[in-house]
């Protein structure tokens, strides 16, 4: 069965700083690839997302993602973060059109 | 472009009593909706699909007598949680797929607490 890994549960950085999320599935093809970002109390945003092509994945608010398929990763970065991207954020897959499969999620804190 | 809301946003009920979740998508047809749930500081737990004009399909231990799912048109589902109890207390999350089948849009959430 198919799995997606968040090995950080807590990050924090200093606004201004980069910031990468690291997320690994398991799967025998490569899936759908998302990212989203939930504030507390909200639902989730797309931020970005992956099916095939270009390997590097621009999103909203700044952020980029890059599929490395020899790593089965789709790491999650932006170069200067800003207080207001504390968040949730999950990393999720989907097997060709089919549900989601949820990380368990990094929780993004922003020192000033 | 792809909105997806709920309401209400908040609910509070009496224990015993049930209470219904909307689920719309406002700018696109959505042949699927997913219902999660998800409990504090933890990911989200998908409950049931539920597809237009069918039975929805629950995951296994959601129990589908008591979360009832309704999804009468491209963009409406309904959950309806019936004889709620204190257990049932949560954040309901919903989702709708695009027709491409490639992306999930998600709803604000709707929390529920059952006295």
């Known amino acids: 069965a198919q799995s997606v890994t968040q090995p950080d549960i807590h990050i924090t950085v200093s606004e201004g700083a980069s910031l990468e999320l690291r997320c690994n599935y398991s799967y025998g093809a490569t899936p759908y690839l998302f990212w989203y970002v939930q504030s507390p109390g909200q639902g989730l945003q797309l931020l970005l997302k992956?099916?095939?092509?270009?390997?590097l994945v621009q999103g909203i608010k700044g952020f980029e993602a890059e599929f490395k398929r020899s790593q089965s990763s789709f790491n999650l970065r932006k170069p200067s973060v800003h207080w207001s991207d504390a968040a949730e954020y999950f990393c999720?897959?989907?097997?060709?059109?089919?549900?989601?499969?949820f990380g368990q999620g990094t929780r993004l804190t922003i020192n000033p | 472009g792809a909105v997806v809301s709920q309401h209400p946003s908040w609910v509070i009920c009496k224990s015993g009593t049930s209470v219904k979740i909307e689920c719309r998508s406002l700018d696109f047809q959505a042949t699927t909706m997913f219902w999660y749930r998800q409990f504090p500081k933890q990911s989200l737990m998908l409950m049931a699909t539920s597809n237009e004009g069918s039975k929805a399909t629950y995951e296994q231990g959601v129990e589908k007598d008591k979360f009832l799912i309704n999804h009468a048109s491209l963009t409406l589902s309904t959950l309806t949680v019936t004889s709620a109890h204190p257990e049932d207390s949560s954040f309901y999350i919903c989702?709708?797929?695009?027709?491409?089948?490639?992306?999930?849009?998600f709803g604000p959430g709707t929390r529920l607490l059952v006295l």
């Open positions: 992956y099916f095939s092509g270009d390997t």
């Open positions: 999720a897959v989907a097997p060709r059109a089919q549900k989601l499969v």
């Open positions: 989702s709708a797929r695009d027709t491409q089948g490639e992306t999930q849009y």
